[in-house]
C-alpha cells in the first residue's frame, strides 16, 4: 500500500517554542491531506484538512494561528505548533488520500509532542 | 455517515480466526465499509474496504451481510501482533472528507 512518512517521530520541546512535524506521501501524490491529534486513551480527532495550493480548513475549536498548516507541494504538508504549552502535548497524525486509489487514506506514524 | 457498533473489547487465541464485527443499521446504499487498526502508539492502519461484496485481501476478509446492516471483519490466524484497536467506518466516497473515528474494538490476541 502507500506510504506516508511523518518527521519527527518524536519531540520534547520547552514551552513556548514552536515545533515542525512534516508529513510526506512517499509514493503517491495527495492533494489533500488530513492532520488529527489523539490524546491518550482516545480515539484520532480531526484538526484540519489540508488541500495542496489553498489555506487550510480548520475543525471548530481548532485555532488556526495556532497550529499553522502549509501545503506547499502534492507530497508535503507541514503542521506548526506555534507557542507550545504542557496542554498540546499529544499524538499528532497526519493522513493522505491516494486518488489513485478511490477513498482510500493512508496514515503516517504519528509524531508524540511533549511540551515541558 | 452511517455511524457504527463495535463492541470495545475481544479476546482471540493466537492462531486462531479473529472475528470482529460491526453494526451499520443505517448504512446508505452509496456507503462503504472501511477497516483500519491502530496498534498502540502508531498510527492507523488501511486493513481493507468494500460496498457489497465480500473482499478478501492478505490481510483480512470483510464480509458483509445482504442487507448491509453489518458486516465482519476477519483475520484468519491472528498473531500476537495483530493487538490492536480495529475500527469499522462507513462513509461515501468523498474525496475531500476525512475519517471519522469512533471508539473501535481493542482485540487482544492472547498466546
Known sequence: ?116 | DAKTTQPPSMDCAEGRAANLPCNHSTISGNEYVYWYRQIHSQGPQYIIHGLKNNETNEMASLIITEDRKSSTLILPHATLRDTAVYYCIVRVVSYGQNFVFGPGTRLSVLP
Not at chain 1, 17 to 24: A, L, Q
Not at chain 1, 33 to 50: D, E, G, I, N
Not at chain 1, 99 to 116: E, H, I, K, N, S
Open chain 1, 1 to 116: 500500500g502507500a506510504v506516508v512518512s511523518q518527521h519527527p517521530s518524536r519531540v520534547i520541546c520547552k514551552s513556548g517554542t514552536s515545533v515542525k512535524i512534516e508529513c510526506r506521501s512517499l509514493d503517491f501524490q495527495a492533494t489533500t491531506m488530513f492532520w488529527y491529534r489523539q490524546f491518550p486513551k482516545q480515539s484520532l480527532m480531526l484538526m484540519a484538512t489540508s488541500n495542496e495550493g489553498s489555506k487550510a480548513t480548520y475543525e471548530q475549536g481548532v485555532e488556526k494561528d495556532k497550529f499553522l498548516i502549509n501545503h506547499a507541494s502534492l507530497t508535503l504538508s507541514t503542521l506548526t505548533v506555534t507557542s507550545a504549552h504542557p496542554e498540546d502535548s499529544s499524538f499528532y497524525i497526519c493522513s493522505a488520500r491516494d486518488g489513485g486509489a478511490g477513498d482510500t487514506q493512508y496514515f503516517g506514524p504519528g509524531t508524540r509532542l511533549t511540551v515541558l
